[in-house]
């Protein structure tokens, strides 16, 4: 109960970190930006790896909480470099998560066999994928995500789940509520497709009207572009 609490405090502490001055100073000046996309796309490779590997899953310790948080952060990097713009906040937290991550000390390597770790039952979100732009194709980590969620459908008692499709602040409101529904059900054809029942499912769809990231009305942000899934039950 302890870690889980921990946990939780860390997420939310995350959830609402915004880049400070010192953070916000580009550690790659001067670096072209296939460069800056290179080492972006390292420790996103390295933060991926640490969310699946199960010293950080079962660590007691906030390790797999700032893994989670790089690969999140790297992505949405990576989403922006894909068009060569430089998204400084981004990149601060993507620098910011991996060195936490990195920072946490290692365990001792266990010689005896061990019992397989307890599965981690994240509530809150256990689940969160991005899109491109006017897109309804889940991104590349989407069948990642999806498989943590239905692997630990069973293990951790979810029986019901809410998919929630999210855009962005660009378009109207009506292409927009459009949108925000093909993204859901997009991610919930993903899931069936792995298991969990259709009846399981409660497809919603929120437009732009509950952004990540509070934007100005036409403003395109990558964060806000997304389907999350929450556990009903």
């Excluded at 996309?37 to 390790?63: C, F, H, K, M």
């Excluded at 994928?129 to 979810?158: K, L, M, Q, R």
């Excluded at 899931?191 to 499912?201: E, F, H, N």
Aim: a negative charge.
């Amino acid at each position: 109960m302890t870690k889980i609490k921990t946990h939780l405090s860390l997420a939310v502490a995350i959830s609402g970190l915004a880049a400070t001055p010192a953070m916000a100073q580009d550690t790659w000046e001067g670096m072209d930006t296939n460069s800056v996309r290179g080492e972006v796309q390292q420790r996103y490779d390295a933060a991926l790896a640490a969310t699946q590997d199960p010293a950080y899953i079962s660590a007691n310790d906030p390790r797999y909480i700032w893994a989670s948080e790089a690969k999140a952060q790297c992505g949405i990097a990576l989403g922006y470099l894909k068009s060569r713009t430089r998204d400084e906040v981004s990149l601060s937290k993507c620098r910011m998560a991996y060195d936490r991550m990195m920072d946490v000390p290692r365990p001792r390597p266990v010689i005896a066999a061990t019992p397989p770790p307890a599965p981690v039952c994240n509530r809150e979100l256990p689940g969160l994928i991005f899109f491109e732009f006017d897109s309804a194709t889940p991104g590349p980590d989407a069948a990642e995500i999806v498989s943590y969620v239905t692997e630990n459908a069973g293990p951790c008692n979810w029986s019901s789940f809410q998919v929630v499709g999210h855009t962005d602040r660009s378009g109207s409101n009506a292409y927009n509520l459009e949108l925000s529904q093909r993204r859901a059900d997009a991610v919930a054809n993903l899931m069936t497709s792995r298991g969990i029942p259709q009846s399981a499912l409660d497809t919603t769809a929120s437009g732009e009207e509950s952004p990540r990231v509070p934007t100005a009305d036409g403003v395109r942000e990558l964060q806000n572009r997304r389907v999350e899934i929450l556990v009903n039950n």
